[in-house]
Nanobody, 126 residues
Framework: QVQLVESGGGLVQAGGSLRLSCAAS????????MGWFRQAPGKEREFVTAISGGGGSTIYADSVKGRFTISRDNAKNTVYLQMNSLKSEDTAGYYC???????????????????WGQGTQVTVSS
Protein backbone atom coordinates (compact mmCIF):
# COMPACT_ATOMS: atom_id res chain seq x y z
CA GLN A 1 0.00 0.00 0.00
CA VAL A 2 1.01 3.61 -0.44
CA GLN A 3 2.74 5.24 2.48
CA LEU A 4 3.98 8.77 2.94
CA VAL A 5 6.04 9.32 6.06
CA GLU A 6 7.10 12.79 7.13
CA SER A 7 10.02 13.57 9.42
CA GLY A 8 12.15 16.49 10.49
CA GLY A 9 9.68 18.54 12.48
CA GLY A 10 10.52 20.04 15.83
CA LEU A 11 10.89 23.16 17.92
CA VAL A 12 12.88 26.05 16.48
CA GLN A 13 13.34 29.70 17.34
CA ALA A 14 11.98 32.40 15.09
CA GLY A 15 14.43 33.12 12.30
CA GLY A 16 15.73 29.58 12.33
CA SER A 17 15.52 26.80 9.78
CA LEU A 18 14.19 23.27 9.49
CA ARG A 19 14.16 20.71 6.71
CA LEU A 20 11.23 18.33 6.46
CA SER A 21 11.39 15.07 4.56
CA CYS A 22 8.63 12.88 3.21
CA ALA A 23 9.54 9.35 2.21
CA ALA A 24 7.15 7.61 -0.16
CA SER A 25 6.63 3.92 -0.78
CA UNK A 26 4.16 1.76 -2.66
CA UNK A 27 3.91 4.03 -5.68
CA UNK A 28 5.85 5.06 -8.77
CA UNK A 29 7.12 8.24 -7.20
CA UNK A 30 7.98 10.13 -10.37
CA UNK A 31 4.38 9.78 -11.58
CA UNK A 32 3.17 11.93 -8.71
CA UNK A 33 3.15 15.63 -8.13
CA MET A 34 4.00 16.15 -4.47
CA GLY A 35 2.72 18.86 -2.19
CA TRP A 36 3.09 20.16 1.33
CA PHE A 37 0.14 21.45 3.32
CA ARG A 38 -0.06 22.66 6.89
CA GLN A 39 -2.68 23.01 9.58
CA ALA A 40 -2.46 25.23 12.62
CA PRO A 41 -4.65 24.62 15.69
CA GLY A 42 -8.17 25.87 15.11
CA LYS A 43 -7.53 26.58 11.44
CA GLU A 44 -8.22 24.81 8.19
CA ARG A 45 -5.46 22.97 6.39
CA GLU A 46 -3.76 25.24 3.87
CA PHE A 47 -1.54 24.76 0.86
CA VAL A 48 2.16 25.49 1.22
CA THR A 49 3.94 24.31 -1.92
CA ALA A 50 3.99 21.66 -4.65
CA ILE A 51 6.46 20.19 -7.09
CA SER A 52 6.00 18.35 -10.36
CA GLY A 53 6.87 14.70 -10.85
CA GLY A 54 10.15 15.49 -12.56
CA GLY A 55 10.96 18.34 -10.22
CA GLY A 56 11.07 21.00 -12.90
CA SER A 57 8.05 23.01 -11.77
CA THR A 58 7.08 24.38 -8.38
CA ILE A 59 4.43 26.62 -6.88
CA TYR A 60 4.30 28.32 -3.49
CA ALA A 61 1.78 30.02 -1.27
CA ASP A 62 2.47 33.74 -1.02
CA SER A 63 3.05 33.41 2.71
CA VAL A 64 6.15 31.22 2.22
CA LYS A 65 7.62 32.51 -1.04
CA GLY A 66 11.27 33.35 -0.68
CA ARG A 67 11.55 31.46 2.62
CA PHE A 68 10.57 27.87 1.81
CA THR A 69 11.95 25.63 -0.93
CA ILE A 70 10.50 22.34 -2.09
CA SER A 71 12.67 19.74 -3.80
CA ARG A 72 12.59 16.05 -4.53
CA ASP A 73 14.94 13.16 -5.10
CA ASN A 74 13.18 10.57 -7.24
CA ALA A 75 16.00 8.07 -6.74
CA LYS A 76 15.22 8.15 -3.02
CA ASN A 77 11.44 8.52 -3.36
CA THR A 78 11.64 11.54 -1.10
CA VAL A 79 10.36 15.09 -1.19
CA TYR A 80 11.86 17.81 0.99
CA LEU A 81 10.72 21.13 2.39
CA GLN A 82 13.51 23.50 3.39
CA MET A 83 12.10 26.17 5.66
CA ASN A 84 14.18 29.25 6.40
CA SER A 85 13.47 32.48 8.27
CA LEU A 86 10.76 30.74 10.23
CA LYS A 87 8.07 32.81 11.90
CA SER A 88 5.70 32.00 14.75
CA GLU A 89 2.86 31.91 12.24
CA ASP A 90 4.55 28.95 10.53
CA THR A 91 3.72 26.83 13.57
CA ALA A 92 1.53 23.98 12.36
CA GLY A 93 1.34 20.31 11.53
CA TYR A 94 2.94 19.80 8.13
CA TYR A 95 1.60 17.16 5.78
CA CYS A 96 2.95 15.86 2.52
CA UNK A 97 0.59 14.68 -0.16
CA UNK A 98 0.83 12.94 -3.51
CA UNK A 99 -1.27 13.57 -6.60
CA UNK A 100 -1.13 11.26 -9.59
CA UNK A 101 -0.77 13.59 -12.50
CA UNK A 102 -2.73 13.38 -15.70
CA UNK A 103 -1.52 16.81 -16.77
CA UNK A 104 1.35 19.13 -15.97
CA UNK A 105 -0.67 21.61 -13.93
CA UNK A 106 0.32 21.72 -10.27
CA UNK A 107 -2.52 21.93 -7.78
CA UNK A 108 -2.96 23.83 -4.55
CA UNK A 109 -6.31 22.13 -3.88
CA UNK A 110 -6.35 19.68 -1.01
CA UNK A 111 -9.10 17.50 -2.49
CA UNK A 112 -7.08 16.86 -5.64
CA UNK A 113 -4.41 14.93 -3.77
CA UNK A 114 -4.68 11.17 -3.57
CA UNK A 115 -2.41 10.20 -0.70
CA TRP A 116 -1.44 11.86 2.57
CA GLY A 117 1.14 11.40 5.27
CA GLN A 118 0.43 11.48 8.98
CA GLY A 119 2.09 14.84 9.48
CA THR A 120 4.98 16.25 11.45
CA GLN A 121 4.73 19.12 13.93
CA VAL A 122 6.68 22.32 13.49
CA THR A 123 6.69 24.78 16.38
CA VAL A 124 8.35 28.15 16.03
CA SER A 125 8.98 30.04 19.25
CA SER A 126 9.15 33.81 19.20
Amino acid sequence: QVQLVESGGGLVQAGGSLRLSCAASGLTFSWYHMGWFRQAPGKEREFVTAISGGGGSTIYADSVKGRFTISRDNAKNTVYLQMNSLKSEDTAGYYCAGRYYSDLILSNVEDEYDYWGQGTQVTVSS
